[in-house]
């Protein structure tokens, strides 16, 4: 048996608290908050004691998935990638930089969102990326 | 924010909290504004819903929606008159007073009651709390900004915190609460199509040439890009062919959904990279599956300017992966194929070992978080922005001593009616949020069963003079259209709400509010006036 706890931060709103991730054998097993976090305290709102529910869920998607009629099939990575690069590049040189837009997210990462604005910026050459801040 | 959310346990002697339904959307702010409460802080709630924290707060005005900068005059009216404002304050560190003075002259409380519906007594009562308690601390969510007023809304209380001196200090501020957790660093990180990270504008020579050099490619776009609104706009009309979205739900989380839909419908390619296959991913050509934050390392923003660690703890589920992994492929393949014109860009470029090689590369480009780094993050837990230097201790309140701009400059503004109101046919205003147990577009929190059994389904709340006005006559459902759309969906009736307004959260895809609200626009930010729209409302029976 393996026992670890992951220091990590809630995803459910703007507070910021810190949550600690108990870990048995490379699942999660239990949320338990930070006395030390200056924001939380050693507390958590209900959205904070079950923010780890979701991670193993089923619906979770687990393969890429590559339109076919009304539905989807599965794809490897390599197939999903390349059409994706293949058909923007296609619009890209038929409609220009101005074609294609991004959305980055509220709630992925500082680090995630710097690079897709970078691949916006630099590979496409548009500014055309925004995310759903305001709504 | 202005302020650090443990200033406001620590330091502030008042609260003004409009349109933030703090404890349920933010619980553990609320928790500092209770504790501070607690020993004597004086708690002002502005909200057409009489919210759980407008219930333990010492002053509750229900204004009618769309009215903030009406009665946010009218309080600055009375302080005026009543002599409360900081003279030195204002004579020695702000610009503009002249021209604000002469506009909110014209805001007596008695015209503000017309205007607001909020009473010119309570409103006196409200502008002296709020002057003779400092640090006082303005806290507000969408409820400000999700008008096409929105920027005058946040003008307003930008003015009114000026000319009361609640600048620069612990404690006292402005003070947006972020809805989402990462609202914050997605706009540091220039997630935005103005600015590059660090809030630089793309349309300035030396930024364009800065960031040329440190990406090494030429030509830069120096124009603005579109926003989320325009683009799907945009992508309606044939103008954007492609759409690439990462992890965002804008089929739900729009306004005007009907509209959101035929939209992307007529796109080429609609990539979409998300943990669960959400509404908008239903219409993608490809999906990429990404992982959950537990399964990924990074950083997040809090809306306190605070930077934190997020950590992977297990193994992604299936082959999904990181977002900035997927990311990185997709750049190499498209720098390799030879459809982009990119002569200087190596695929190399894009082998980062880890999320920490990127912070590395953000802190030199990015002023406001030059000195992060994830060994610092390691030792000192988190770090609020500005951190220009690596030696530099971070910023728990901003604007101390002066502005980044000099002087701050008030703004004289009037108030202007929202875009829809009430009429005939559509009688009620409706105004959308959040409820405690569910984050955004439910895609998460309704799969997780214990938030999901507190709230199943979708419902509307209305006042008990609305239900017998509408001969709801013990129905409990209802159908809810505005000139956009229609829903079906149950009816809860509670006097918490004034007279008038009805409330939709917005988390259920099956009844979406959505699907009602209007997609006017503030014409400065881009947001949409989720906050006020007209609608009728008829029982189902
Ligand atoms: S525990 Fe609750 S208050 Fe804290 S970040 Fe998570 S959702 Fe927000």
Redesign the pocket.
Known sequence: MQYENVRT?????????A?NLQVLDGEIVGVF?DPQHP??RG???????N?ASFVRHPDRLATPLVRQGEGFREASWDEALQLVAERMGAIYAASGPQSIGFLASAKCTNEENYLLQKLARTIVRTNNIDHCARL | MTNSVPEFSAHTNCFLIIGSNTTEA??????HVMEAQQRGAKVIVVDPRQTQMARLADLYLCPRPGTNVAWLNGLMHVIIAEGLQDASFVQERTEGYEELRQVVMTYPPEKVEEISGIPADDLRAAARLYAQHKPAAILYAMGITQHTTGTDNVKSCANLSMLTGNVGIAGGGVNPLRGQ?NVQGACDLGGLPNVYPGYQAVTAPEVKEKFEQAWGVAGLDDQVGLTVTEMIEGAGQGNVRALYVMAENPLLSDPDINHVRHCLEQLDLLVVQDIFLTETAELAHVVLPATSFAEKDGTFT?TDRRVQRVQKAVEPLGESKPDWQIICELAQMMISGSRFQVPNLQPETWNYASPAEVMDEIAPVTPIYGGVSYERLEREGSLQWPVPTADHPGTPYLHKGKFSRGLGRFHAIHSQAAAELPDEAYPFTLTTGRLMFH?HTGTMTRRTEKLAQEVREAYVEMHPDDAARIGLDGAERVRVASRRGEIELAVRVTPAIRPGVVFIPFHFAEAAANVLTHAALDPDSGIPEFKVCAVQVEPVT
């Open positions: 931060t809630c995803i459910y709103c703007g507070c910021g608290c949550i908050p924001i939380s507390s958590l709102c209900i959205k904070g004691w923010v | 933010h619980p553990l702010v609320a928790s957790n809090g984050f």
